[in-house]
């Protein structure tokens, strides 16, 4: 229907934008491969002088497409040839023809043109100029070769552009369709888009808005149908009260087109098939036939104007019988079947089945053409009725889109356009049947089990008609605001929206309360978690830290070990080195000095031949005396260095036997300060006791006495003085705490004492780096020892003779007690 796009376009309106997009973008490879030119040389792009649309990137529109083709599994050397069919078709524009005879007989002029189509498609120069400029007939059994005019041959130019575009349109809607089949294949399902712009209406309307127009009728009644007398027929069968609505019903108007054998399109075939046939001749004999019919009217001259249900339409019929014609020739589907690639090869096997194949289906029986070849309304009709089929058998959901005006400009709202739009789409009818009609419905099984919860327990728990009928009448529902159907609830428009609110709110509620609970579960368990993982955390830490405390323990008594060695190893290797180089170098001094003399004795020798022998003798025994004091200055500096490394040796072995001595002591003055801490905590302890059966003995004593002779006791401490208690149990209890002070300070000083010793002696072995003398700390802290030793022996003496002054007054009994006690006491001290 829009083959007619292809070589002939509308001042001021692009063809289509793949031919500028593959100008634009391909690339440079590509460019050459298919000798593409710029826009404005095509003659098919040029002559309507629109090249380019503001905002629009044809090269970035051109890769967007290279990408989809991907996407859909194309190869690429598919759309090689894609590409290949599209400059072709852009070539042939440019084929221009030159006449050879009076006749006005045309052939194709050799150029660039000619040789780069024959080059696209795969053909020979000679076989295109012969299928453009003849035509072969079959007169009988005689074939006859016909040689074309020039405007004849310009429309088998124009109709192999618009044939090969048209098969290459249709063979990338099937390969896409094969991509898209698998999908459908493994799950039985589908979704189809039919997008159509609607009735079309301009000052000059032609042949495509005729074939638009045709097919929107035939849309519009199915959108009639579904929503106007499917609905109605919906409210009569679930029994409600309704009154029908009437609406307009473009039978009629579809009749004009479809009636056999006087409808428009029926004599545009016939009229068709006349070689003398014109456009005015067409119109002619539309007004002879359809002036009676109420939905066409005859204009002047070539002009006719049907009724159709957007309103009326007037078209004019030149280029009518042109376009309708399939002007595609044997001669050029020959030529596309001898092509070597296989895209032109296929195309002529598509438009040969198609030719030779009968009309079937819904054409057929409304009387089309049988095994004739079929012209593009022909194909049209028959296409149109598939797609009719196809939507019946579906569930089709329809989106209106309103143009706001004619100028394709933001914020612009023309209002008679927009209304005459909403008339045209019947959208003004289907609001007029919302409103008188019941546009929201539901089962009453899904209404009782949407808003049932919003009951008491006792009704919701009934049939869903009774639960249904019970929310109505909660809700205070009028009733002409909804229908109780036998199967359905129909209500009125915005009734629906107050259960919904209602409903929305006490779910908001719900969720509200069940937020709160979960959000409380939620942070116990987490509070509980993160406990969990801080006990296994810390855990985890201690014994990492205690391994790694007793790696780097393990480590630094290695180390130790390892100086130890090291060093003992060098010094070792020093001395030997030492050892080595002095016996070397009195081993050469030695020799140097016998060679010395055994060459002196031979020169004395060779002298005493020759001169005064008695001063070379002289000579030779000074140096020779010189050499003997030298040797036994290096012999006795050996000597000394001998002694001093005795001497050395000597003082390591006295620092070891002091270490070890050291050491001996350190564990005995250790034994001893354990044993004497333990010796001083039991005396602590039997103090204890003793104090405590005192208390308890002195008790038992007042309850026997007068209370009047106990009211006065007095201890002193050095020459302070304290005043009496009444009763005695102050100046115990004062008692008391004074041993108990002594205890913890007993207790606290053992460990101080303790960890500094054991610190002490993880210095003296080498364990434990540290800036200090050990001995010297040692002897400190032994002096430490004693000092407090004394001090404290001190105050358990003073201890004891206040607590001798506090029992003066008390029985035999408790003197002996604690003369008994500190006699233990003494003896345990001095073991």
């Not at 002029?109 to 007939?137: F, H, N, P, Q, Y």
């Not at 074939?143 to 004849?152: A, E, G, P, Y």
């Not at 002591?665 to 044993?675: A, C, D, P, R, V």
């Not at 006791?713 to 115990?732: K, Y």
């Amino acid at each position: 229907m829009e083959q007619s796009r292809v070589v002939q376009c509308s001042e001021g309106e692009r063809s289509y934008h793949i031919f500028y997009q593959l100008c634009a973008g391909a690339p440079v490879a590509l460019k050459e491969k298919l000798n593409l030119k710029d826009v404005s040389e095509y003659n098919y792009l040029r002559q309507s002088n629109c090249h380019s649309i503001s905002g629009v990137d044809d090269a970035e529109q051109f890769r967007i497409v290279m990408e989809a083709l991907d996407v859909v599994h194309i190869s690429k050397e598919d759309q090689e040839s894609v590409f290949s069919m599209l400059a072709a078709v852009l070539w042939l524009g440019n084929i221009s023809f030159t006449t050879v005879d009076n006749e006005n007989h045309a052939e194709p002029v050799v150029d660039e043109g000619l040789t780069t189509v024959s080059t696209l498609i795969g053909c020979g120069v000679e076989e295109l100029k012969l299928a453009l400029s003849t035509r072969k007939m079959r007169v009988r059994n005689d074939d006859i070769v016909q040689k074309l005019t020039l405007s004849q041959a310009t429309d088998t130019r124009d109709a192999l552009a618009k044939s090969i575009y048209s098969c290459l349109f249709d063979w990338l809607v099937e390969q896409i369709n094969k991509s898209l089949a698998v999908g459908k294949r493994r799950t039985g399902r589908s979704i189809s888009i039919l997008d159509i712009y609607g009735f079309e209406s301009f000052e000059r309307n032609s042949f495509e808005q005729f074939c638009i127009n045709y097919a929107n009728e035939r849309l519009q009644q199915h959108f009639n149908r579904h929503l106007f007398k499917l609905e109605q027929e919906e409210y009569i069968q679930d029994g409600i009260d309704w009154t029908k609505v009437d609406f307009d019903d473009n039978q009629d108007c579809l009749n004009l087109f479809e009636k056999k054998p006087l409808g428009l399109l029926s004599l545009l075939d016939e009229e068709s098939t006349f070689p003398n046939g014109t456009d005015m001749s067409f119109a002619n004999k539309l007004k002879q036939h359809l002036n009676s019919n109420l939905c066409f009217r005859g204009e002047r001259g070539k002009a006719f104007t049907v009724s159709h249900y957007a309103g009326e339409v007037t078209y004019d019929t030149s280029g009518f019988l042109e376009k309708n014609r399939d002007l595609l020739h044997s001669n050029s589907i020959q030529l596309l079947s001898s092509c070597k690639y296989h895209l032109p090869q296929t195309f002529a096997s598509n438009m040969l089945s198609q030719s030779e194949k009968p009309v079937v289906g819904p054409l057929y029986k409304s009387g089309g053409a049988d095994s004739q070849k079929l012209s593009v309304s022909t194909k049209f009709k028959g296409q149109l009725f598939q797609l009719m089929q196809r939507l019946e058998n579906t569930t089709p959901h329809f989106i209106r889109c309103i143009k706001p005006n004619n100028f394709q400009s933001p914020g612009k709202y023309e209002q008679g356009l927009v209304l005459q739009q909403l008339r045209c789409c019947g959208v003004l009818e289907v609001v007029r049947i919302s409103r008188s009609g019941f546009p929201t419905r539901m089962s009453h099984h899904k209404f009782a089990r949407r808003y049932g919860f919003l009951l008491l327990d006792h009704v919701a728990s009934q049939d869903p008609l009774s639960v249904s009928v019970a929310i109505l009448h909660q809700f205070n529902i009028l009733p002409d605001m909804y229908q109780v159907g036998f199967t359905k609830l129909f209500f009125r428009t915005g009734q629906i929206g107050v259960l919904e609110d209602t409903r929305n709110r006490t779910l908001h509620g719900i969720l509200r309360v069940q937020s709160c609970f979960r959000g409380h579960q939620a942070r116990r368990h987490l509070k509980h978690f993160q406990r969990g993982i801080a006990t296994l955390q810390s855990f985890v830490r201690g014994e990492k830290a205690r391994k790694e405390y007793a790696n780097l323990l393990q480590r630094h008594r290695a180390a130790v070990c390892i100086q130890k060695q090291i060093r003992g190893r060098t010094k070792r290797k020093t001395y030997e080195n030492v050892h080595d180089a002095s016996i070397f170098i009195q081993s050469v001094i030695r020799g140097w000095l016998v060679r010395r003399c055994s060459g002196d004795i031979g020169l004395l020798q060779f002298g005493g031949r020759k001169g005064n022998e008695s001063e070379e003798v002289l000579v030779k025994s000074s140096f020779l005396a010189e050499l003997q004091r030298r040797v036994l200055r290096a012999e006795a500096a050996l000597r000394e260095k001998e002694e001093e490394n005795d001497i050395l040796h000597q003082r390591l072995q006295q620092y070891e036997n002091r270490w070890s001595e050291y050491e001996l002591k350190m564990k005995s003055m250790e034994e001893i300060w354990q044993k004497q801490m333990r010796s001083l905590q039991s005396s602590l302890s039997i103090a204890k006791r003793s104090l405590a059966l005192d208390d308890s003995s002195r008790r038992n004593s007042d309850a026997s006495v007068n209370p009047t002779d106990d009211k006065e006791s007095s201890w002193e401490t050095g020459s302070n003085h304290r005043a009496r208690e009444s009763n005695g149990v102050r100046p115990m209890s004062a008692g008391l705490s004074v041993i108990s002070r002594l205890a913890e300070e007993f207790e606290q000083r053992s460990q101080i004492f303790g960890d500094d010793a054991k610190f002490l002696v993880e210095v003296k072995s080498g364990q434990v780096e540290a800036n200090l003398s050990p001995d010297r700390e040692l002897r400190r802290l032994k002096q430490m020892f004693e000092a407090w030793k004394k001090d404290y022996g001190s105050r358990l003496r003073e201890t004891k003779v206040i607590l001798n002054k506090l029992g003066s007054d008390e029985g035999g009994s408790s003197d002996k007690m604690k003369k008994k006690w500190w006699g233990r006491r003494n003896s345990t001290r001095f073991n």
